[in-house]
């Protein structure tokens, strides 16, 4: 497998965070391991990975999640010690303080972290970043560890360690958390999951003994009957399609939420549900924020249409080219409206 650091990065690590020091107890490195807002399994998988590798090499690392993640995520090995900024911000805000290392992981830009951005903004300990976002912020970190390339930031965690020499000493659980990453960053390896290396590094991990189908039940299979209703509900009322131009837009707004009892994470993975369809190109799903007057934007396309061009012209937002996200401040009305545009102008590529 292709080397993804160079030396002088190699160097800039053990710089940064050297794998073999002493650990004296009381003075170890403190390390936070922040990841974007609204973690998704690839966000938790690599930085509780992280977290659980730098505890067994001597460090003190704290994982920092900038808002709650979804209850099918809480399972994974080390989710229960993660601390959630904007629930216990008086409490976390001294520990991200106190770091002397900050690696971000599985974001590229400070803005990612909503609030939690400007507390690490404002520290002066050396940033790692470690990420698969296009288009890094440049100038926040001093080691940049960028591939775009690869399908997750697990997959990218995974290789470093490799890289480190550190594969053989990978535990069990550290295994279930990358696994779990990859898969939710690949839907179940059904995109950007085409490259031969990726099929050699599930078998490292499987090496480890994971249970790769039970983690695949851990994160899929966990409807509650009001989701799956709801689900039923959107496809059959709320779906839009539009048959010329090869795309689909579905809404959701905070009365629904209400009439389903929909739980955080409910709707999550909704927005792949149309392109299920037949020549469907690209899936646009809008739902009402449940705090700020906004529609937040997820969507998703199937071979080269750029979601996330559409996403930063649109949307304000940006993201992967199958798989981008944004928002519109404004009614659902509004959101509809900008999404219609959206459609109108890159219809030249929708047609096709
Ligand atoms: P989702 O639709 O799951 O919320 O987001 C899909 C992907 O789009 C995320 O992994 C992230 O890369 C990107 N994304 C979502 N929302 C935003 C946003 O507001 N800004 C940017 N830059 N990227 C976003
Ligand atoms: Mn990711």
Known sequence: MQSLLTPEQIALWQQLLPLDEGREEGKQQRIVITCHKGPDGDAIGSATALASWLRRLGKEATVVAPTIFPDFLKWIPGADQVLV????????????EAA???????????SRMAALGDVVAASTAPRIMIDHHLDPQQGIAQLVISHPELSSTCELVLRLIIELGQYEALT????????????????????????????QLISLLLAKGIDKDKIYRNVFFTYSPDRLRLM???LYVKLELDRKRHAAIMT??????????????DTEGFVNLPLQILGMKLSIFLREDTERPLVRVS??????????????????????????????????DQAVKRAKEAINKYAPLLRA
């Not at 900024?85 to 976390?92: G, I, L, Q, S, T």
């Not at 707004?253 to 955080?264: D, G, H, K, Q």
């Not at 949307?315 to 659902?332: C, L, P, Q, S, Y």
């Open 85 to 96: 900024y904007d629930k216990h911000e008086a409490e976390v805000q001294p520990v991200v």
């Open 100 to 110: 002397d290392l900050i690696i971000m992981a599985d974001h590229g830009e400070l």
């Open 172 to 199: 069990h659980d550290e295994a279930v958390s990358l696994y779990t990453g990859m898969m939710t960053d690949t839907g179940a390896f059904t995109y950007a999951s085409s490259r031969p290396e990726i099929y």
């Open 232 to 234: 039923g509900y959107l």
């Open 252 to 265: 959701f707004t905070n009365a629904e939420r209400r009439r389903f009892r929909t739980l955080n994470g």
């Open 299 to 332: 969507l998703r396309s199937v071979d080269d249409f750029p979601c996330n061009e559409m996403a930063a012209e649109f949307f304000g937002g940006g993201g992967h080219k199958n798989a981008a996200g944004g928002e519109v401040w404004g009614t659902m």
